[in-house]
């Protein structure tokens, strides 16, 4: 389908006035909303039907997604909670409508309005750039999240070098000097969280380490504690369980001591995992015999 297919060459959405100028008539894009080929996101705008909820929701109100919500679009690692929808518009914006119905007003207090947006962001996921979603959650996020969340950046390759060199700076200088320490080797959000908790302590840490036979290890500390980080997606079933034995088996064997937590507890329960690893330390875990 033409129309479709010059959406999406538009970035996801158009205005009428694009549409027409490509050689579409107004019949044909009411037809084409009605057989649900495409979205009359407000009057005067349409999307391609397959995008996001949220995205649309934000475009629909005359802005794009910002901060912890642009983040999110962007698939950025968050820690858990509901978030208020947060979107940003032009300075000057008039008219924003409701997030499911473009044919009424926005309610005051409904959504996080930020009334800064140089541009709208009219490419899926309708969202601000990650660099400025990052910089707009530093006062939302606590500084072990927003590490997280940076790493998480880092990690997905969302930021250019310049960006990411830009904001490690800048977080180290504001937020916390552990920022300058961040990376793309942390595989999920707890166990960045770890990372940044052990930059804070004085010992010797080496991330993603490959031991022979064994594989690598989310962390090794000293000479020969090893702390993994469990998620549940990557650690589940009978054949997991007993390859991640096999494993704890094999370190030990050559002088490795091992401390499993798992991602739940590292989100939830942090005070008891980093009590563990202050017990291993002070017990001397780290070094070798």
Do not use: N
């Amino acid at each position: 389908m033409q129309l479709l297919a010059d959406l999406v060459l538009l970035g996801g959405t158009a205005r009428t006035r694009e549409l027409l100028q490509l050689g579409h008539t107004r019949y044909g894009l009411a037809l084409a909303v009605r057989d649900g080929d495409i979205v009359r996101v407000r009057q005067g705008h349409y999307s391609v039907a397959r995008q996001d909820e949220t995205g649309l929701a934000a475009y629909r109100i005359g802005g794009h997604l910002a901060g912890l919500s642009a983040l999110r679009a962007h698939g950025v690692w968050l820690p858990h909670g509901v978030h208020p929808l947060e979107i940003a518009v032009l300075p000057h914006s008039r008219a924003l409508r409701m997030p499911a119905d473009a044919r009424r007003r926005l309610r005051p207090g409904l959504v996080q309005v930020h009334w800064d947006a140089a541009r709208i962001e009219r490419s899926a996921p309708f969202a601000e750039p990650v660099a400025d979603a990052l910089l707009r959650a530093a006062s939302r996020l606590a500084p072990a999240e927003l590490f997280a969340a940076f790493e998480s950046a880092l990690a997905k390759r969302l930021l250019s070098r310049v960006e990411a060199e830009s904001l490690r700076a800048s977080f180290a200088r504001t937020v916390d000097p552990r920022f300058a320490a961040a990376s793309r080797l942390s595989g999920s959000g707890a166990e960045s969280i770890v990372h940044f908790w052990l930059l804070g302590v004085d010992i010797d840490i080496v991330q993603q380490r490959p031991i022979e036979g064994v594989g690598k290890v989310d962390f090794v500390l000293g000479d020969c504690q090893i702390v993994e980080v469990d998620g549940e997606q990557f650690h589940s079933g009978a054949a997991q369980f007993e390859a991640d034995r096999r494993r704890h088996a094999l370190a030990s064997i050559l002088g490795y001591r091992t401390l499993r937590v798992s991602a739940r507890m590292v989100e939830r329960d942090f005070e008891t995992v980093s009590a563990a690893i202050m017990a291993a330390l002070r017990r001397g875990d780290h070094l070798a015999s």
